[in-house]
């Protein structure tokens, strides 16, 4: 095998960890020696042991004089485990290849010094454009001290998600739902405003064949009126947090939470989506998959607060001036005034097509 394909194979098994690793990066790791693969290893949750640890036991005495691939900069600095870069050095590993450096504030380049400065001959950039998109949501939370948000939207072809009426059960198929179950999966969080829960009452769980994580459930609730038999309250499926505005007495505070139920208060009366984020990056918060209604989209989409889109729209037009749309609010006023979206892929899951979009660049 070439150099290209061990670090191929090392960003495989790193991808197989979406979900469980925030909010440290997915990581992967190969070690070969004299053209055998020794050891094999990817980092599968936060506190335990990094991809290097895992590739350095399976290659046991056979790490010494040998070759790894990783996918990213190994760490130099102690934190919940060991630096993995004196551990490499201790083992007595040759030659490394670094997919690309850690945006992480921490490392940034102190590990391959570190390795260098200890006489190991380091590569780096060996595949850097796919080891960098396997890691989003960290990269964008180490540059920006802000959590990765993707705004997904189910809608018939004219935009609408509901009727006239409310009714929208169910408008996308089931292959399109069991899709976003896999953005749960992956993402820390998932949040919606207080009046999809007065009206839907949804679990907001992840539920796919084969298991997966719940995200933390969070909800926009300025003047605390969440229903008490709501789901996301009673059902202790996932942690719920609330974000109110800055009226809601402590009395009412004190009288909702519980051990799983928290309630976020802002400084501000009026909930603003930069204060939200700033205030989930501090909870360590890496992601947020928004799934509100228009009025919550409008808000993100305001703000330019949001990283990706994600939307599903089913052949089917529901019509009425009165019917929900996927964005709500006052809109704008000048089509050059519109937020520009560059579209990343398009795909048909089941009956309905999948768009997933990022912001353009305004030149």
């Known amino acids: 095998m070439e150099h290209a394909s061990y670090m191929n194979l090392a960003i495989d ?24 693969m020794v050891g094999l290893g990817a980092h599968l949750k936060a506190g335990e042991g990094h991809a290097e640890v895992h590739a350095l036991q399976m290659a046991g005495d056979k790490a010494k004089g040998a070759i790894m691939y990783v996918t990213l900069e190994p760490c130099s600095h102690h934190g919940k485990t060991p630096p993995c870069a004196d551990l490499l ?80 059960k169910w408008i996308t198929g089931a292959e ?51 229903p008490a038999q709501s789901k996301v309250l009673n059902d202790w499926e996932a942690p719920t947090w609330i974000v109110t505005g800055g009226q809601v007495s402590e009395t009412e505070i004190q009288s909702m939470q519980t051990d799983n139920i928290r309630i ?38 305001k703000e330019k607060a949001f990283q990706k889109v994600v939307t599903y729209l089913a052949p089917m037009l529901i019509g009425g001036s009165s019917s929900p749309s996927i964005i709500g609010g006052e809109g704008i006023e000048r089509i050059s005034d519109a937020m520009e979206l560059e579209m990343v892929s398009y795909e048909k899951i089941g009956k309905d097509l999948k768009i997933v979009s990022i912001p353009k660049e305004r030149s």
Not at 178 to 192: G, K, N, Q, T, W
Not at 213 to 225: G, S
Not at 264 to 282: D, F, G, P, S
């Open 13 to 36: 098994m790193a991808k197989k960890t979406a979900g469980q690793t925030a909010p440290n990066p997915k990581v992967g790791a190969v070690v070969v020696n004299n053209g055998e």
């Open 89 to 168: 050095i201790e083992r007595g590993i040759k030659t490394i290849y670094v997919a690309t450096t850690d945006p992480n504030p921490l490392v940034a380049g102190r590990g391959i010094q570190r390795l260098r400065d200890a006489g190991l001959e380091v590569h780096v950039g060996l595949n850097e454009q796919r080891a960098i998109e396997l890691n989003p949501f960290f990269n964008h939370y180490m540059t920006t001290n802000l959590p990765f948000v993707t705004l997904k939207s189910a809608s018939s072809i004219d935009g609408k998600i509901a009727t006239k009426t409310g009714h929208s």
């Open 264 to 301: 976020l208060k802002m400084n501000e009366e009026k909930i603003t989506i930069q204060a939200v984020l700033e205030r989930l990056a501090e909870e360590k918060i890496t992601s947020l998959f928004v799934e509100g209604g228009g009025t919550v989209h409008a808000s993100f989409i």
């Open 176 to 226: 399109a739902r069991l899709d976003v179950h896999r953005y749960r999966h992956e993402h820390d969080a998932i949040l919606v405003g207080v009046n999809t829960i007065i009206k839907d009452d949804p679990s907001l769980t992840t539920r796919l064949p084969s298991g997966g994580k719940n995200p933390i459930r969070i909800i926009l609730d300025t003047h605390l009126r969440i």
